[in-house]
Structures are given as C-alpha cells and as structure tokens.
C-alpha cells in the first residue's frame, strides 16, 4: 500500500505524544499533592479513562459517512488546538488552583480533564480511528500491526523521557515543546485525511457488516485487560511508596507492560511458548513470595516485582491477541480492551483504598495472573494439570496469599487508608511495665511512643532523640531558654513535640487528615506540651506560601523538614523554590532549617548540599545511632545561614527545581 505510510507517521506521532505528556503533567501536579505515589495511580486512571473514552468516541464517528466523519473530526481537532494553550499556560505559569475541602482524588481528575483532557482525547482517538480506516482497505496487512506501532512509538515515548529529556529540560520547556509537537501532529492528521480522501483511498468499513459478538468473548478481553492494568498499578504503587515518586520509577513498569502490548501484537507465539510464559510466571511468583515472606533485599523483590509483571502482562495480552476478533470488530474489541484497563486502574486507585485496610491489591493482582497462568496449563494439548488439579492449587495459592495478608496485620490495633496511604498502629510489650504504640505508613517507621508507668512516656523515640541531630539542634539552640518558635513540616505522631517547653510555639504542616487524628487521640505528645501548638492541615509549600502572600511570616528559630511519604520526603520539599520559602519564613538571627534525609534506597545528601550552596547556608551533618527509647539510626542535616560563606564547586549535582529534579545519581546500590 504506497500511502500506507502516512497512517503510520499519523499513528506513531500520536501514540508519542500520548505518552509522553503523561510523565510531563504527573511531575507537574506532584507539588499540589503532597508529592505522594497516589498522584500517579489516580493519574493512570485519568489516562486509561480517557484512553477509553477516544475508543468509544471513535466506534462512534465510525458510523457516518466518511464525509461526516471528517467534518466531525476536523472540529474536533479546532477544538483540541485551542484547547492546547491550556497546557502550555499552565506549565509555564505553574497557575493551577487547588481547591480545598474536596477530596484529593477528585480534585487531581478535574486538574487533569481542565488542563489536558481535550487534546489527550484526540490522541486516544488516533490509533483506533486510523486503524479503522486504514483496515477498510483492499490488499492491506492486518491492521493490528498498526496496533504494535502504536504500543511501539508509546514505548520510545516512555523510554526517552527519564532518559533523554528529564535531565536535559526544564518543565516548562517539556511542555512547550510538546504542544508545538502537538500542533505539528494535527497538521500531519489533516494532511493525512486530505490525501486520502482527495486521491479516494479511504477506507470504509459498514457497521452494518459487523459481526455479532457473543458474551463469552466481550468477558474473556475484559478479564485478560483487567489483570495487567491491576499488576501494573499496583507494583508501581509498591516500588514507589518505597523510593519515590518520580518519572524514572512511574514509567518503567509502564514501560513494561506496553512492551508486552507490542511484543504479543507484533509476533506469533506456539502454543509451547505460551506454556511456557505460564510455567515461568509461577515460578516468580512463588519465589517473589518467598522473598516477602523471609525478607529479600528489596532491590530484588523490585526486580522479581519487575519481571512478574512483564511476564504476566505478555501471557495476557498474547491471549487476549489469539482471541482477536477479525477487522470487522476492531474498533470493539479496542473498546473492551481500554474498559478492562480503566477498571483494573480503578480497582487500585479507587475500590482498594476504600475496601482494603492494607497495600492487598497487589498480592490479588499476582493471584489473579497465577489463575491465568493455570488457565494456560489446563488447555489444549500441552495441558499440565487435570481440571482438580488446577482448582487444588488456586486453592493453595489463595491460601497462600491469605496467610500473608494475615500476617501484615499481627499486632496492629487501628488502621487507617486514604488517598496518601495506609496508617497502621502497632503494640507491642517493651520490658515488665510498658507498651510499645508504633506508627507505619506503609511498611514505614514514623514515630512511635510508649505507654505505661514510669517517665519514659513522653521521651523523644525513633529519628527524634535526644542523641539525634533534631534533638541537638533543640538544645544547642541559643534561643532555647528564652523560648522557641518551631516548624515542622510533618506531624508523624508528633514526637518532636516531647521537645516543647512552656515558652515555646509549634506549628505543625500536615497534609494527611488521618496522621492528625491518629497523633491527637492515639498519641499523647501533642497533649503533653506546656507550651503553645498549632496544626495546619495541607501541603506545607502550598499553605507557607499562602502565609507568605498575607505578609504573616513565620519567623521560625528552627524549621524541621520531616514530611516522609512512604520512605523519602517528596520531591517538591526540596528544590530551590521551596528552600526559598523555608528561608522567609526563618528567623534572620539563629534560624535553623533541619532536614532529615534518613532512607534506605536514596542518599540525598548532595541534593540538600547544592542547596545550601547555592543559598549561602552552611551544612551540619548529624548522624546518631542510639537504640535507646526505641532510637534508629538516623541522618539529619542542620543549615544554618552563613552570608560570609564562599561557594563549594567540589560537587557538581545541579540544584534541583521544581522544573529538574533527577535521582539516577542518588541511589543506593
């Protein structure tokens, strides 16, 4: 087919920057949420949900004349390149309102629909649209060939951007960039549909021809969508609560599973080799299990994590590929394809956090792919198991999973999950006379204090002792007899509360309602303090900014940066803008910011170094290792203003901004 090729330009150039803005606008809206894991996974449905939206929007238009469809079209597309400068806007300008009071899940998807919805929609369309048209003409291969170009260009997308452009642009460059791009795209679009049509080479297929579909099919491309779009959120979910929310660690499970997408549309697989994807699956899986259960490093379970999560995505989508239906039921099959993945992305983002008292649905996302794994090895003439012998071991699979669920809740006295997480208490007995109270994000420390007779109620626990670089900034403080005014940006269980003397002003910055009802009523250092304590609920950068804008500043002798998501405190917490923030809001005589940077995975030592660089302020690094009162080992960095200081170019990190940010350099191997 000699113009075949603009149908493929047109296909790939979309599915680019389809993917592409999605890394863009999730870095974008981190700041605005707390910088937490959630803003992805509710992200992903936005896209999926879109995704789905352009297929039916398309099966739609499919049903006019192809003069029809073009003057649709073509409006349509008016409406996105109008629509565009809303992106380009809000990137440059960073000028998006949050609103309050409403919940955070909903308000990201308005964000979203606002900021790119029109303009993604259009993309979304592309694919399908084309395919549809392109599959109408006589002599041509199969259309879904166009499908693995698609999965391929959305590949190149996702693997460029950590890579290519993240480290080498500012946001707000990507997004200029890509709505040029954008624009560029719809010209090609047009052009292509003039071509086509001027030279009467459109295809056009007659819905009336399109076969009957039977409920069994519409069920089975459901499920085998469903499965993979679980895995898929939720092993991003477990990988990023656990080092941090950032492009690098969203794109490379995603690009996983769309290279499943054009691995299993693009070749041809025996029966043998589907067989053995099954066997290999298993096999992972029962020994990433293992590896949960007697305590793998975790960079490992990542990686069997990683792998399980390919190998379940290809076992699917070949499936789902060997039960295609033919060219005349294409643009439905993409339908129930793109519903089975909103669903699956739904069911994390949406249906977990409200059923769940736990981070369970990925251990229901690896069942669910191991009953597809034995689904494989029951069929056909390779079958491994008679139809009991199948039943028998989903049994002890779900027994299995059962017992680890279980196992995560020992001990645990009141748990709590919303869209920043899973707020778990556990108790334990420590000594003859006390209780142990522990708060976990996650799997991850974040305070605790012990109950019972004796003093040690109220004594500093965990990062915060008196032998840690928090409580030595407390009492070398010079203002410390005199009084203190203290920031904390993070409430955790409020142990650095213990610190509050009569004379003193805490004021807390937390965005998780649910940490400040757990710290108000499971907790008693809050209540403790003789000294004065305010709370402010919201992202600490938004609302000290706000504080900024009414002329109401702080003046802190000492700001603790302490707001952990999962296992690092977010991103936006420390770039230059918010370092810019924190130092208006310090005391210009005395004020100290400290940082506590403690974390397993990444060293973020040189990022809060080129800050203090770059501002002037001169770094401590504190390190404590006391096990007393429940001390863990903890790192905390002091900075403290210091106008004569000369600047250091000994290290060469850049200074990251709320436009750069990377963290290849930072971790820990």
Known sequence: MRHGW??????????????????????????????????WSVSLVFFMTALL??????????????????????AVMIVGFIASFRIWSALGGRNVAVATGTAPEIELLKILFLTIGIPYLILS????????????????????????????GSLLAIGSYPFLIEPFSRLQTQGTAWTIFFWIFLSVFLLSLFV????????????SLTPKI????????????????????????????????????????????????????????????????????????LVLLWGAYTGFIFLVQILLYFTVLFLGSLLCHVLLYRARPDRLGLTKFYIVVAAGGALGGMFVAFFAPLVFKDFWEAALGLFFVCLVALGVLREGSAALFSRLQAIFVALALALIFGLLMVRDQKGVIRSERNFYGVLSIKKQPYGKSLQLHTLYNGDILHGSQFFGEGSSQYEPTTYYTAESGIGQAFSAHPNRASGLRVGAIGLGVGT????????????????????????????????????HIEIQEGDARIELSKELRRGQRQNFDLLIVDAFTDDSIPVHLLTKEAFEIYISHLKPAGGVIAIHISNRYLNLEPVVSAASRHFNLDPETKFSNSLEHDGRPAIWILLRPNAGMSPDSSETLPLWTDSYSTLFRLLKF
């Open 6 to 39: 603009i149908y493929s330009l047109t296909i790939f150039l979309g599915a680019f920057l389809l993917f592409l803005i999605q890394p863009i606008i999730g870095k974008f809206l981190l700041p605005f949420f707390g910088g937490g894991s959630s803003v």
């Open 53 to 74: 939206a352009g297929y039916l929007y398309a099966h739609w238009l499919s049903a006019f004349s192809k003069r029809k469809q073009l003057a649709i079209h073509s």
């Open 125 to 152: 369309t592309t694919g399908p649209l084309l395919q549809f048209w392109y599959g109408g003409l006589k002599m041509v291969k199969s259309p879904y060939r166009l499908y693995a170009l698609s999965n391929f």
């Open 196 to 207: 086509f049509v001027k030279k009467g080479l459109w295809g056009e297929q007659s819905r």
């Open 214 to 285: 039977p409920a069994k099919s519409w069920a089975l491309w459901l499920g085998l969508a469903f499965v993979p779009a679980v895995l898929l959120l939720s092993i991003t979910n477990e990988v990023t609560q656990a080092i941090a929310p950032v492009p690098f660690l969203w794109l490379l499970p995603l690009g996983l599973y769309l290279l499943s997408f054009v691995i299993a549309f693009g070749l041809e697989f025996e029966p043998k080799g589907v067989v053995g994807f099954a066997v290999l699956l298993i096999v992972n899986v």
């Open 496 to 531: 650095v509360a213990a610190y509050c003397g009569p004379r003193d002003y805490f004021r807390f910055y937390e965005i998780n309602p649910a940490v400040i009802r757990i710290a108000q009523t499971e907790f008693s250092y809050l209540s403790n303090c003789q000294g």
